[in-house]
């Protein structure tokens, strides 16, 4: 059973014997228990990462991409099973987790067929004197930290590319939701990953663990995914051994509904931006701009259909939005709508916490919602869309742009030429036209300012995970 920690290739307890106890969010009782590493059994997965680089670094990238298409397959295969544990940690609803899967296992997929083009160049200097080659050999032992809201796609994007170049990885899962990632370790494994080319060290102790996986000399470079506060964080430890980083973080999207667009269609974007995984990701629709001859009209129908939300357990059938992670989620949700309905926004629906067990909170709509409100500036990672109308084009790109956060942005409008011109406009890693999801591990996925540093998917992700040498050549 996975339950431990996963280093080059053995299970095996915590060097102190801690345990991490992992809670379901819909009942709030504890489901499992796990193993719980220290700084130095970070350090023990990365020298296992380190005597496992080379090798791996070695193999043909046929034979890796070979490897990460029997993982891609062994991930589909245990679908329902892998489901089944993320909607047991995080609670979304099954249907939820089964998408993630499927997302989760594409990135080997694409990965498998990305490792035999990691293309390099050769040209000739000005000059003609020499020849100019450039490689892009792997980095070394990668650190990933990894967030909650997506327990197994999250480390799989990151990994199958990191694998996909060469590199062995040491990933530390969140405290909530060690089991997705301690079974999908197990299974790579089965599928063929070498001992020591992936390790899992779930903690109790996420700073001094970083602090001693990446003092380990063998770190090249840590892969983050989380809150923007942590990243800035790491970014300053990561500093200490000029590490290379990739960040993806926190966002703040927002979803803009012109007067000419299709509002059915609209609602039905919107309710997939801010509602599917149980408004718990970092793409959801934060603040909803509505044009002025639209905003009543699309308030009304955003409210019905987040008043037909079922609210449960994922398990329960007919269910769309399961229970927030915890008990902090519930609260910082309550005051960021309690301070909008006190500073004068109206409730179309809902607005309040739903009485446990379980940390539920009922799917929210307000109107009227002032530009400068906060909740239009924080992260609300709940079931809460605040309508903002407008009437000025200009005035509501110059608001979706005043954040420091540029992770994704949706605009709804039947003239796709006003489309893309807004979307130029918009200082976004990522825009949705028309379109209320846009994740594809074929695609750039990725913030501008405070959302973060490099891209994950795409041809793009595999380069992040390598270095660049060039060799000056005569011959
Ligand atoms: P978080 O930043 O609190 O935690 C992320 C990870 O960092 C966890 O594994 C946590 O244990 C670890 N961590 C926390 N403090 C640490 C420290 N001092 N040293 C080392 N590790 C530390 O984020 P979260 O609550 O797990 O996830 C939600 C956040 O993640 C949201 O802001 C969301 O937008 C963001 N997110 C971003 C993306 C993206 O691709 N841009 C994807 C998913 C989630």
């Given at each position: 059973m996975?339950?431990?920690l996963?280093i080059?290739?053995q299970?095996r307890?915590?060097?102190?014997g801690?345990?991490i106890?992992?809670?379901?969010?819909?009942?709030?009782?504890?489901?499992?228990?796990?193993?719980?590493?220290t700084?130095?059994d970070?350090?023990?997965?990365?020298?296992?990462?380190d005597?496992?680089?080379?090798?791996?670094a070695?193999?043909?990238?046929?034979e890796?991409?070979?490897?990460?298409?029997?993982?891609w397959?062994?991930?589909?295969d245990?679908?329902?099973?892998l489901?089944?544990?993320?909607?047991?940690e995080h609670?979304k609803p099954l249907?939820?987790?089964?998408?993630?899967i499927?997302y989760a296992?594409?990135?080997?997929?694409?990965?498998?067929e990305?490792?035999?083009r990691?293309?390099?160049s050769i040209?000739?200097?000005?000059?003609?004197?020499?020849q100019?080659?450039v490689?892009?050999p792997?980095?070394?032992?990668?650190?990933?930290?990894t967030?909650?809201?997506f327990?197994?796609?999250m480390?799989?994007?990151?990994?199958?590319?990191?694998?996909a170049?060469?590199?062995?990885?040491?990933?530390?899962?969140p405290r909530e939701?060690?089991?997705?990632?301690?079974r999908?370790a197990?299974?790579?494994?089965?599928?063929g990953?070498?001992?020591?080319?992936?390790?899992?060290?779930?903690?109790?102790?996420?700073?001094?663990?970083?602090?001693?996986?990446?003092?380990?000399?063998a770190?090249r470079?840590?892969?983050?995914t989380?809150?923007?506060?942590?990243?800035?964080?790491?970014?300053?430890?990561?500093a200490?051994r000029?590490?290379?980083?990739?960040m993806?973080?926190?966002?703040?999207?927002?979803f803009?509904?012109?007067?000419d667009a299709d509002?059915d269609a609209?609602?039905?974007?919107?309710?997939?931006?801010?509602?599917r995984?149980?408004a718990e990701?970092?793409?959801a629709?934060?603040?909803?701009?509505?044009e002025?001859?639209v905003a009543?009209?699309?308030t009304?129908?955003?409210?019905?259909?987040?008043?037909d939300v079922?609210v449960?357990?994922?398990f329960d059938?007919?269910?769309?939005?399961?229970?927030?992670?915890?008990?902090?989620?519930?609260?910082?949700?309550s005051s960021?709508?309690?301070?909008?309905?006190?500073?004068?926004a109206s409730v179309?629906?809902g607005?309040?916490a739903?009485?446990?067990p379980?940390h539920?909170?009922?799917?929210?709509?307000?109107?009227?919602?002032?530009?400068?409100?906060?909740?239009?500036?924080?992260?609300?990672f709940g079931?809460?869309?605040?309508?903002?109308?407008f009437?000025?084009?200009?005035?509501m790109?110059?608001?979706?742009?005043?954040?420091e956060m540029?992770?994704a942005a949706?605009?709804?409008?039947?003239?796709?030429?006003?489309?893309?011109r807004?979307a130029?406009r918009?200082e976004?890693g990522?825009?949705?036209l028309?379109r209320?999801?846009?994740?594809?591990p074929?695609?750039?996925?990725?913030?501008?300012k405070?959302?973060?540093l490099?891209r994950?998917?795409?041809s793009?992700?595999?380069?992040?995970f390598?270095e660049t040498?060039y060799?000056?050549?005569?011959?």
């Amino acid at each position: 059973m996975s339950d431990g920690l996963f280093i080059g290739g053995q299970w095996r307890a915590g060097s102190d014997g801690d345990t991490i106890v992992v809670h379901d969010p819909a009942t709030g009782e504890a489901i499992a228990t796990v193993a719980a590493g220290t700084p130095d059994d970070a350090t023990a997965a990365v020298e296992a990462a380190d005597r496992a680089q080379a090798g791996w670094a070695a193999t043909a990238p046929r034979e890796r991409g070979e490897i990460l298409r029997a993982s891609w397959q062994t991930l589909v295969d245990n679908a329902d099973e892998l489901a089944t544990l993320i909607t047991r940690e995080h609670g979304k609803p099954l249907a939820d987790a089964r998408g993630e899967i499927t997302y989760a296992a594409e990135f080997f997929r694409w990965n498998s067929e990305e490792a035999v083009r990691i293309h390099g160049s050769i040209g000739i200097s000005p000059a003609g004197t020499n020849q100019i080659i450039v490689r892009h050999p792997p980095v070394g032992v990668v650190v990933m930290v990894t967030p909650w809201n997506f327990p197994a796609a999250m480390i799989t994007r990151k990994v199958a590319p990191a694998l996909a170049a060469g590199n062995a990885v040491v990933i530390k899962p969140p405290r909530e939701t060690p089991l997705t990632a301690l079974r999908v370790a197990e299974l790579l494994a089965e599928a063929g990953v070498p001992d020591g080319v992936v390790n899992v060290v779930p903690t109790n102790h996420s700073g001094p663990w970083f602090d001693a996986a990446t003092a380990n000399r063998a770190c090249r470079m840590v892969s983050f995914t989380g809150s923007t506060e942590v990243g800035r964080v790491l970014l300053r430890r990561a500093a200490d051994r000029v590490l290379k980083v990739a960040m993806e973080l926190g966002g703040n999207a927002p979803f803009i509904v012109f007067d000419d667009a299709d509002l059915d269609a609209a609602v039905e974007g919107a309710m997939v931006a801010k509602m599917r995984h149980s408004a718990e990701t970092c793409t959801a629709a934060n603040r909803f701009y509505a044009e002025a001859g639209v905003a009543d009209a699309f308030t009304e129908k955003l409210a019905a259909a987040m008043g037909d939300v079922k609210v449960g357990s994922g398990f329960d059938a007919g269910v769309t939005c399961g229970p927030m992670i915890n008990a902090e989620a519930i609260a910082s949700i309550s005051s960021l709508v309690d301070a909008s309905v006190g500073a004068g926004a109206s409730v179309a629906t809902g607005g309040s916490a739903i009485d446990g067990p379980g940390h539920f909170f009922e799917p929210t709509v307000l109107g009227g919602v002032d530009p400068a409100d906060p909740i239009t500036t924080n992260e609300i990672f709940g079931p809460v869309a605040p309508v903002i109308p407008f009437s000025d084009h200009d005035a509501m790109i110059d608001a979706a742009n005043d954040t420091e956060m540029g992770l994704a942005a949706y605009v709804y409008t039947a003239d796709v030429g006003k489309g893309m011109r807004t979307a130029e406009r918009l200082e976004s890693g990522m825009v949705g036209l028309n379109r209320g999801a846009m994740s594809d591990p074929a695609a750039p996925f990725g913030g501008m300012k405070q959302s973060g540093l490099g891209r994950e998917g795409a041809s793009e992700g595999i380069y992040e995970f390598c270095e660049t040498q060039y060799i000056a050549a005569s011959w």
